[in-house]
């Protein structure tokens, strides 16, 4: 079974940084491309930003300057810094936009 597993979601203040990790394993196809996504209460799932095998990436408008995306193989992070309490809420990591991990929370707030 693939699977993917979140980690790195907690509280910070507003102004503060995380960095969330994404881990496959259990794939038996090569990873072209990943992405994190987040819903937060009361809201659809956004797009959050999105990278391919070859280092391409897309940055949602609302988050751009403020965080980096990266995939090293099998693991993918989300540098967040500057958070703002608009950035609160469940992020997912995605694997060819068909596998989800459980997700991962991360509250901005004082």
């Known amino acids: 079974q693939v699977r993917l597993v979140e980690s790195g979601g907690g509280l910070v203040q507003p102004g503060g940084s995380l960095r969330l990790s994404c881990v496959v394993t259990?794939?038996?196809?090569?990873?072209?491309?990943m992405a994190w996504y987040r819903q937060a209460p009361g809201k659809e799932r956004e797009l959050v930003a999105h990278i391919t095998s070859r280092g391409e990436t897309k940055i949602n408008d609302a988050v751009k300057g403020r965080v980096s995306i990266t995939l090293d193989n099998t693991n993918m992070s989300l540098q967040m810094d500057n958070l703002k309490p608009e950035d609160t809420a469940i992020y997912y990591c995605?694997?060819?936009?068909?596998?989800w991990g459980q997700g991962t929370q991360v509250t901005v707030s004082s």
């Open positions: 995605s694997l060819h936009a068909a596998y």
């Open positions: 259990g794939n038996t196809f090569p990873i072209y491309f």
